[in-house]
């Protein structure tokens, strides 16, 4: 067995809420959103889905097949009411969306309720966006999907608008919004940090262009590598600091006693975990969002949240 990487990183880690499946139920949101802020860890998570289509052709981009790996029936609590929800139960944790689909929503109303959830957190929020990738589900919303890559740019400049301007407006292609006053703005300042999902080349050039962070989903090391590096190398494009753009990557994570393989996940023995993640620390990556085995009950997955802040985090502080 390779020794343990003796180099120290500054890693934060985040864990996704338990909003999607059988124990999306507010007692069990709260318990477990709780025991995660008192066991360290600096974020809690929400993915994006509002309806599911009974049939759709949209492949989903995250599985070779292209096949999503949940049934449409699983319940979904909405995402950022979720967030919101979780805001008033704790008092420190950060509140992450993983990722906000901006072309299903109105973005004028999309900074409102982002806002609200900043302000009433009093600064917690983190904001993942993404152009998404199911068509049929943002036409039963009513909104367009066509070009979905600019409106989602346009989106995020409506939203800096909004968050930044005492009286704010825009002019573009997609989206237009006459002078408005929108009060109260985020606590977080000059808006709350935006990261950008995706692994596609439009996906980072938007991080590179407009990201605070670059947010992907179980990407292997050598993919976060080279990803990362066209990041930073366009954002310098921009005239922007590539080293001022955070780095994270989500995955599901198992704990065990003995080792394990499990593609593109953390998994293993609390020293298997330490190598996988100073692996991908020396690669940049200075976040990381967990999947816990959620859908094995909230004591499940808070026992095994628990373990890794225990046996793992420490080594990484």
Not at 163 to 184: C, F, I, L, Q
Request: hydrophobic letters at 40%; proline letters at 8%.
């Amino acid at each position: 067995m390779a020794p343990l990487v003796a180099r120290r990183f500054h890693v934060k880690f985040g864990v996704h809420l338990p909003h999607i499946g059988p124990f999306h139920d507010g007692a069990s949101m709260i318990t477990f959103a709780r025991a995660v802020e008192d066991q360290g860890y600096d974020s809690v998570w929400g993915s994006d889905h509002v309806v599911f289509p009974t049939t759709f052709d949209s492949k989903y981009p995250y599985s070779e097949t292209g096949d999503f790996p949940l049934p449409g029936q699983v319940p979904w609590v909405e995402e950022v009411t979720s967030l919101a929800f979780v805001a008033g139960a704790t008092s420190r944790i950060r509140l992450g969306t993983s990722i906000l689909v901006l072309p299903y929503r109105n973005p004028v109303m999309n900074a409102k309720t982002l806002a609200a959830v900043d302000v009433l957190s009093g600064g917690r929020l983190i904001c993942g966006v993404g152009a998404g990738w199911m068509r049929e589900e943002a036409e039963a919303m009513g909104m367009p999907f066509d070009d979905r890559g600019a409106r989602t740019d346009e989106h995020i400049e409506v939203l800096k608008a909004m968050w930044t301007m005492d009286e704010a407006s825009y002019s573009g292609k997609h989206y237009s919004v006459p002078p408005v006053r929108s009060e109260p703005r985020p606590v977080q300042k000059p808006h709350p940090p935006i990261w950008v999902g995706g692994h596609e080349p439009a996906a980072l050039r938007r991080a590179a262009r407009y990201g605070d962070g670059w947010h992907a989903y179980r990407l292997t090391v050598d993919e976060v590598r080279e990803k990362s590096a066209y990041v930073k190398k366009k954002a310098g494009g921009y005239g922007r600091d590539p080293a001022a753009i955070a780095l994270s990557v989500r995955a599901p994570l198992v704990i065990a006693d003995k080792s394990l393989s499990i593609d593109r996940a953390f998994a293993g023995t609390p020293d298997d975990l330490k190598r996988q993640v100073s692996a991908y620390a020396d690669a940049g990556v200075d976040y990381i969002v967990f999947e816990p085995p959620l859908m094995e009950g909230i004591d499940r997955a808070v026992a095994a949240c628990e373990r890794f802040a225990s046996e793992v985090v420490p080594e990484f502080a």
